[in-house]
């Protein structure tokens, strides 16, 4: 089958439209389609074929390791991929221009003329590079990877060019153009599906993987994504598990440290130097305050990646009991971190509503930054904050933004004369927890109020059986600490929609993932189960003993069975083989001690009468021929010999021994 006219120029300029090169790509098509207009042509041999084919690979590898070499990057293959109909030109222009419109196919690979040592007198296989060839401009224009739809439209003319010249003449080119119509718009339908399932897919392997290698907050530091453009999505990862044993309004809020200095879209924890916590009771008891009546407890089932990490907590903890760990910590701010601990830390924390973990406010905790300060003080004076004690600005501001903002996982670029955070406030007002609670903290200190950055996580999910509650990742959560009464508060300003948003965006996969968290932190539990290491790990060394027992007891059935097998084996051949034990042996055992050697083919009757001839054995009334028929009728005979015959064989055998001594 020929190759349309002009499609291969036609494909070269869609290649070159696609890499950004269309007068290469123009000057290529005009060489390769200016062959059917000129009557110039060469006559090339196999051998001319050849080394063109030798020049092309040598320009392939030439430009791979160049872009290997300038690129130093994966990327210098998917270049020179692009640049691949450029390598083949050479070869394709020869064909065209050639006196024959096929190629010998064994000019293009090596191993094929290795194998024609000897002259071939049938017809060589050949080819037509022109279709081959229109599909690597194809593959490299697709690897180019604009993702336009004028591609796939260039893709599909170009697809139905190709297409045409094929069909059948007697069908119907109506049908045929609606039935290519049909099978691009499923296709193209395809594409994008298959791309969102790629993307999709890309995501939850991210997610998955960097699951194992989650890290935890860091104490003295933590960037927001306040500024960035995209869309943020947390996985749904189960991070640990927690149990109330008090009635607590949820969300409960658990959090895991706090920051008092903001600075470019960073918050920082100032002159926050951990100190060491002294337990009390045996060591698994630590308290935080001493003589205080707990309005509440929980049971935590926290990971400790390494033994150490920080502990998600209410603000207003006041002891953690059961928690076997060498050392615990405290910073200033109330973030609390452990070390030398269980993988899996079961603990139960106590907390009391007029208590906090956090020290005294200090003059960071009313710190803005100038650059923030003109949104800041619009706000104040609208609301008429300055005026207002305390506890009503708490109520003036909550309400301020309830009203008037709202929750969003899409990061948007806002304008470039202010920061993220004033454009939030001034303009777009819709964000995620993080600029709510950036927003709230500063604008709580520009009206006189102390607050501090807190992130940790929100508490909202029981889990299927209805007796934990299950915290994932995208539980993360970010709020306001405020200094209200003489001790630190919660106050979260984030619209209460964050929560139902976040759990729409949860995977289909979400069960299958939850089935295999609960079955890790059943294991874990059992493995680390309540006084630490030891007592879990007591009887771990009965699983690898438990598991040897298995192919061991499966080994031992087969041996005996195959010992049982063979004895059954021999018992029933001599059962069913009988004259095993013969007398008549001990004669052919006597006679070969003699000398008289049994030739390889001879037959025990054709071997005694040549014996018999020779008379070296001639005892008067026994004979070796008789014995040897009641021997045959003993071995050989179905029916067998009678108890007198075989007491004769038994007689006559042991007469002709005693006197061939």
Request: charge should be positive; include cysteine.
């Amino acid at each position: 089958m020929k190759i349309p006219p002009l499609i291969l120029g036609a494909c070269l300029l869609f290649w070159g439209w696609q890499i950004g090169q269309w007068p290469l790509a123009a000057v290529m098509a005009l060489v390769l389609e200016g062959s059917r207009v000129t009557k110039f042509r060469l006559d090339l041999s196999q051998s001319d074929f050849t080394l063109i084919n030798n020049l092309c690979v040598l320009l392939f590898v030439g430009m791979f390791v160049y872009f290997l070499v300038f690129r130093r990057s994966a990327q210098a293959i998917l270049v020179v991929l692009q640049w691949l109909p450029l390598t083949v030109f050479p070869l394709l222009m020869a064909q065209v221009y050639s006196t024959s419109d096929r190629i010998d196919i064994s000019a293009l690979f090596t191993f094929i003329r290795r194998k024609r040592t000897k002259p071939r007198h049938d017809r060589p296989a050949t080819i037509n590079l022109a279709f081959p060839y229109f599909g690597v401009c194809i593959l490299s224009a697709s690897a180019a990877n604009v993702r336009s739809d004028w591609f796939y439209m260039g893709l599909f003319a170009l697809i139905v060019w190709g297409l045409w010249s094929a069909r059948q003449k007697r069908s119907s080119p109506f049908l045929w153009v609606i039935l290519m119509v049909v099978s691009g718009t499923l296709g193209y339908v395809g594409h994008v599906g298959l791309h969102h399932l790629q993307t999709s897919l890309e995501q939850k392997t991210a997610d998955w993987y960097l699951s194992f290698f989650r890290k935890d907050a860091d104490p003295s530091k933590t960037r927001t994504a306040i500024g960035d453009v995209g869309s943020l999505k947390l996985s749904d990862h189960i991070l640990f598990r927690v149990k109330s044993e008090s009635e607590y309004k949820r969300p409960i809020l658990l959090r895991e440290a706090s920051y008092d200095a903001y600075r470019s879209s960073i918050w920082f924890a100032s002159h926050a130097r951990f100190e060491e916590v002294n337990p009390h009771r045996g060591g698994a008891t630590w308290k935080f305050r001493s003589g205080s009546n707990a309005d509440g407890s929980l049971i935590v089932y926290a990971p400790l990646r390494k033994g150490r990490g920080l502990l998600p907590l209410p603000v207003n903890t006041v002891e953690i009991a059961n928690l076997p760990v060498l050392q615990m910590k405290k910073n200033r701010l109330g973030t609390v971190k452990v070390e030398e601990g269980p993988g899996l830390a079961t603990y139960r924390v106590r907390f009391d509503d007029d208590s906090s973990l956090g020290g005294p406010p200090t003059e960071t905790d009313l710190l803005v930054p100038e650059s923030e300060r003109d949104a800041l003080s619009g706000i104040i004076q609208d609301l008429n904050l300055a005026t207002l004690p305390p506890k009503k600005v708490l109520k003036q501001v909550s309400a301020y933004f309830q009203k008037n903002f709202k929750y969003s996982l899409s990061l948007t670029d806002g304008k470039q004369s202010v920061t993220p955070l004033s454009d939030f406030l001034a303009r777009s007002r819709s964000g995620h927890c993080e600029y709510f609670a950036t927003a709230t903290t500063l604008l709580l200190r520009e009206a006189g109020v102390p607050a501090r950055y807190v992130v940790g996580y929100s508490v909202q999910e029981l889990s299927n059986d209805k007796k934990l509650f299950v915290v994932r990742e995208r539980h993360a959560h970010a709020w306001v600490q405020v200094y209200l009464d003489g001790t630190w508060q919660n106050f979260d300003t984030t619209p209460a929609s964050w929560v139902h948003i976040e759990k729409e965006e949860a995977s289909l996969l979400e069960p299958v993932y939850d089935l295999w968290s609960w079955c890790t932190f059943k294991v874990s539990k059992w493995r680390w189960r309540e006084k630490g290491e030891g007592r879990g790990l007591k009887y771990v060394w009965l699983l690898p003993v438990a598991l040897l027992l298995v192919p061991a007891r499966r080994l031992y059935s087969r041996k005996k069975l195959k010992y049982t097998e063979k004895g059954r084996e021999i018992a029933k051949m001599a059962e069913v083989t009988p004259g095993l034990d013969s007398e008549f042996y001990l004669i052919e055992k006597r006679l070969m001690d003699s000398g008289f050697i049994r030739y390889p083919g001879e037959s025990l009757s054709e071997w005694v009468k040549r014996i018999e001839i020779t008379g070296a054995f001639s005892i008067p009334d026994v004979s070796l021929h008789s014995m040897l028929a009641l021997h045959y009728r003993y071995r050989f005979d179905p029916e067998g010999i009678t108890l007198s015959e075989r007491t004769k064989l038994k007689s006559l055998v042991h007469a002709w021994l005693h006197d061939c001594k």
